[in-house]
């Protein structure tokens, strides 16, 4: 049957390669955005909505797309987000502070989360550069198992993340070679430019990559959440992904090193080495879940960030500091790993499931991000570790309980 044949697209080799450059693009400022905000002001409230809108504008594709993005060309959707983006960063550098920075800014969160959400779709459906060639094939056909959606899914995070961690000690050195506010700005400009370049380089190469047969047609409207049992655990549990990513890579690090006045090498090494080790970890992420299982991967990694983060409250000094990155690296590759895989397997259907995954990681990184930022400034750099700590430690329990439930059922 024409159903179960496979077409080879030769353009698919440039997948991987262009969702490197976007992890590039994405995370050049990144770790930046909480130190440049501070050259406008240094009010909690003014920091906190700073960091307050971009999550917002992620939060908000994330919760009223979730049953318009995954019914849209993933190609179409990567380029319009990286253009959104590219213009965001643009502004940002440009914006003398005020509405237009802080509007620039939600901008940035719309382009941040199409791009975040259609790339994970977009690394479903190109499963190793194949496409069905039956134009109208069962549903069930294009849902990869549970061992190929995680290589999928491990390839993409991977490629994505390599480039964060050429990225994001990419724009920190920017910052450091011109001083003050000028460094950021340099820094905002050149990143807009490079997402506007690899958007139209992605519109180029890439072949169409059309929702599958049997998915909605794309409309703007709040997601349904069916009862599936244990989909609400997995759900929570997905924010603490993002809740790393967003409240220790790109907020407390960066807090913690300006706070006990490292150098910006040492900030930019940090940096380096969480992302760093996050990549080669991850790596090999995918073949580990096989063997150990979903749910004791994340537990560890969990369970590990919260060793960390309790290092970093109670023990200062650049060493220690280097030494605690690179171990929360390790912590966030098991994470970004096993969630997305998690809440797939507890929700059903890899589309759905994955826009589900969006919102989580969505709330997640707002958390993480506003949260650290806010605390950082109104109560300190080692409290604000000492909350990191206990919030994973509670992901850890409730990724126990999830796995009771699974092994249950």
């Known amino acids: ?147 190929e959606l995680a290589r999928s899914l491990a390839r993409f995070n991977a490629a994505f993340l390599f480039g964060g961690a050429v990225g994001a000690p990419g724009g920190l050195l920017v910052a450091g070679i011109v001083d003050g506010r000028a460094g950021y700005q340099l820094a905002l400009v050149a990143t807009g430019l490079l997402a506007l370049l690899v958007a139209a380089v992605l519109v180029a190469v890439l072949p169409s990559l059309a929702a599958p047969p049997g998915m909605p047609r794309p409309r703007l409207g709040l997601p349904r959440f069916d009862k599936t049992p244990g989909s609400g655990a997995a759900l929570v549990l997905a924010m603490s992904g993002d809740f790393l990513r967003g409240g220790v890579l790109f907020t407390a690090l960066p807090l913690a090193g300006a706070a006990r006045e490292y150098s910006t090498i040492t900030i930019t090494a940090a940096i380096a080495l969480m992302s760093g080790v996050e990549i080669v970890v991850l790596l090999v992420a995918y073949q580990l879940i096989r063997y150990v299982g979903v749910v004791a991967m994340l537990t560890t990694s969990l369970v ?46 890899s589309s759905a499931g994955l826009a589900k995954f969006r919102i989580s990681a969505g709330i997640g990184i707002l958390g993480g991000s506003v949260g650290c930022a806010v605390l950082g400034t109104e109560i300190g750099i080692e409290e604000v570790f000492a909350v990191i700590a206990v919030a994973l430690l509670g992901g850890a329990g409730l990724a126990h309980f999830v796995g009771r439930r699974l092994a249950a059922t």
């Open 1 to 147: 049957m024409r159903g179960s044949v496979q077409r080879r697209i030769p353009e698919a080799r440039w997948f991987l390669p262009l969702m490197a450059a976007s992890g590039v693009t994405m995370s050049l400022t990144a770790p930046l955005e909480v130190l440049f905000v501070r050259e406008f002001s240094h009010s909690s409230a003014y920091i906190g909505i700073f960091m307050l809108s971009a999550s917002a504008g992620v939060i908000v594709v994330d919760l009223f797309g979730t049953r318009f993005v995954p019914g849209l060309d993933a190609r179409a959707a990567l380029t319009v987000g990286l253009f959104l983006f590219g213009a965001a960063c643009i502004g940002m550098g440009l914006a003398p502070g005020g509405t237009l920075l802080m509007a620039s800014r939600v901008l940035q969160g719309f382009g941040s989360g199409v791009v975040l959400g259609a790339g994970l779709q977009a690394a479903v459906r190109i499963r190793s550069g194949t496409v069905p060639a039956d134009d109208n094939p069962p549903v069930a056909s294009l849902l990869p198992a549970d061992t």
């Open 304 to 349: 590990l960030g919260t060793l960390c983060a309790t290092l970093l409250a109670v023990t200062p000094g650049p060493t220690t500091y280097l030494v605690a990155s690179a171990l929360f690296g390790v912590s966030l590759a098991g994470a970004t790993a096993s969630l997305p895989v998690l809440v797939v397997s507890q929700v059903g259907d």
